[in-house]
């Protein structure tokens, strides 16, 4: 008895009654035609956005100060991205949940080395500078515990940065080429030639944008554009786009975990909000083999609204 | 060549097949069970409907590039066209989901039928945050740099760079609509070898409860 019972929430029962016409052609083509004639209304009315995409140029003329010190801590190895671990480089630990180090396992598959990335190679490029030649000389000739001296003693002093007359200025003392290299950095920001340099490293054509992405991502500006775009993690983040344009809420389940504890705190929050959606996902997939959870619509009979006609026939 | 050579032909094996499973009148039927009458049925259709309206207008951005729409009137237009069609597909078939779970629609050997359309729905939502990643505007400067931290945590990173536009464009308008698109054909052609799920039959469901009830006494 028990192979041949019927199993409400894996079964179907036999259909004995009866059959409609139905024109499935016609019933597409008036499907295309209404749901154009609404996406061409929605077009029409609300557009869509395209905020310009800001440049390093844009950034340094805008935030001096903010640019400078993002490029210090290139330098110095503070940034996201100097200290940020696999794929990038070796120097953060990366996001680890329990035992696993997905990242660490997988390496560096995409070095940045911040200081010679964002800085030393592309003031390389700069012509005709014969005091930035010196300095870059000197930088490179250094021993890599002098360059540390030169980078701590300029940062000490960085908090009293200014910049007066188009140059960053700072009471560093033997901070050996520092100066000139952040205030050169600053200048060749400020004229655009550093997009094209972070840019150019493959060659004439490129369509990556690592480089200039990631020091953007490094400064504040950006991040201070985007809480005006209420843009943030904090925000619901990703799921929003600029204006007030739905963006993508379809992602707001994924976006939830960031905004309670503790993802919402935890050095690991990208990886832990990821188990939890793949542990979910995988819920849903397999739902109709999960006993409990494939009872519930049996159970809140939404069914009998959904069926009504037929319930009330029968 | 005889008749029976003919036969095992593996071409003509797979047509004996495809026609035994889906014949042409469950992939054009011209009738179907009169329970098939409610509004949520509708979305299934809008979702299929507004999916081959994203594919129309990516196909006329993909004509003339990736940077036509930022300073064309028309291009800005079709990019809005593109948008407010994705808007509606996801608005179409998460309704659609949504209903299909609380008809029990993977009743009925069905179940091919729900995972297929769970991860076609997991295929549009990475096709469209490619498209989002590789807007080449504010948007994709933002939402990719904060991406990336959960795509790299994962180890993905390493070879789904969402900093690279030309990487994200070619995913965006190559890999992800082709799988969006097979996923989709499956799901619609086990809908049509399946047919729509029957109703819940109350009675039936009563009878069962009674006999388990029965047998745990």
Wanted: glycine share 8%; hydrophobic share 45%.
């Amino acid at each position: 008895m028990s192979t041949t019972r019927f199993r409400p929430d894996v079964d179907a029962p036999e259909y004995k009654g009866g059959y409609s016409p139905y024109d499935i052609i016609k019933e597409g083509t008036i499907a295309i035609v209404v749901v154009g004639i609404l996406v061409v209304l929605l077009a029409v009315v609300f557009g869509s956005p395209d905020e310009p995409a800001i440049t390093i140029k844009k950034w340094s003329n805008a935030a001096p100060i903010d640019f400078a010190t993002t490029a210090l801590s290139e330098l110095n190895g503070t940034s996201l991205s100097a200290s940020y671990g696999a794929p990038y480089n070796h120097n953060g630990p990366g996001q680890q949940l329990g035992p696993l180090a997905l990242a660490r396992w997988v390496g560096v598959r995409i070095p940045i080395n911040s200081a010679n990335d964002f800085v030393i190679n592309p003031l390389r490029s700069q012509p005709n500078n014969p005091v930035l030649k010196a300095s870059l000389t000197a930088w490179e000739k250094a021993r890599a515990s002098t360059r540390s001296t030169w980078v701590a003693n300029y940062t000490k002093v960085a908090g009293r940065m200014t910049f007066t007359h188009g140059n960053v200025v700072v009471p560093a003392t033997n901070a050996g080429p520092v100066p000139v290299l952040i205030n050169d950095l600053t200048h060749m920001a400020r004229t655009g030639a550093l997009d094209t340099a972070l840019l150019s490293g493959n060659g004439f054509y490129t369509t990556d944008y690592t480089k200039p992405l990631l020091f953007i991502a490094d400064g504040s500006y950006l991040g201070s554009l985007a809480q005006k775009q209420h843009m943030l993690g904090d925000q619901w983040g990703m799921m929003n786009e600029t204006g007030s344009y739905p963006g993508q809420p379809w992602l707001w389940l994924y976006t939830f975990w960031y905004q309670v504890p503790p993802m919402n705190s935890s050095h690991s929050g990208d990886l832990e909000v990821f188990a939890i959606m793949i542990v979910l996902t995988l819920v849903l997939f397999f739902l109709p083999l999960i006993p409990g959870l494939r009872a519930i619509p049996r159970k809140v009979k939404l069914y009998r609204v959904i069926w009504r006609e037929h319930y009330r026939d029968t | 060549m005889s008749s029976t050579e003919i036969e095992r032909q593996w071409t003509t094996r797979l047509r004996h097949r495809a026609a035994g499973k889906l014949p042409p009148e469950k992939l054009l039927p011209d009738t179907q069970p009169s329970y098939v009458s409610s509004w949520i049925y509708v979305f299934g259709v809008a979702t299929l409907a507004s999916l081959i309206l994203v594919i129309a207008t990516g196909c006329i951005l993909a004509l003339r590039g990736p940077s036509w729409w930022h300073g064309s009137f028309i291009g800005h237009f079709v990019n809005s066209l593109h948008l407010w069609s994705v808007e509606v597909f996801f608005f179409a078939m998460v309704v659609h989901l949504w209903g299909k779970f609380f008809m029990g629609a993977w009743r009925g050997g069905r179940t091919a039928t729900w995972m297929t359309g769970v991860v076609t729905f997991l295929a549009s939502l990475m096709t469209a945050f490619t498209g989002y990643v590789s807007q080449s505007n504010f948007d994709s400067q933002w939402i990719s740099t904060q991406a990336k931290d959960g795509i790299n945590a994962t180890g993905g990173g390493a070879y789904f760079n969402v900093l690279n536009m030309g990487q994200m464009l070619m995913w965006h308008i190559v890999l992800l609509p082709l799988v969006a698109v097979i996923l989709t054909a499956v799901h619609v052609i086990l809908v049509r070898m399946k047919g729509v799920v029957p109703p819940y039959d109350d009675a039936a469901s009563a009878t069962s409860a009674a006999t388990t009830e029965g047998a745990t006494k």
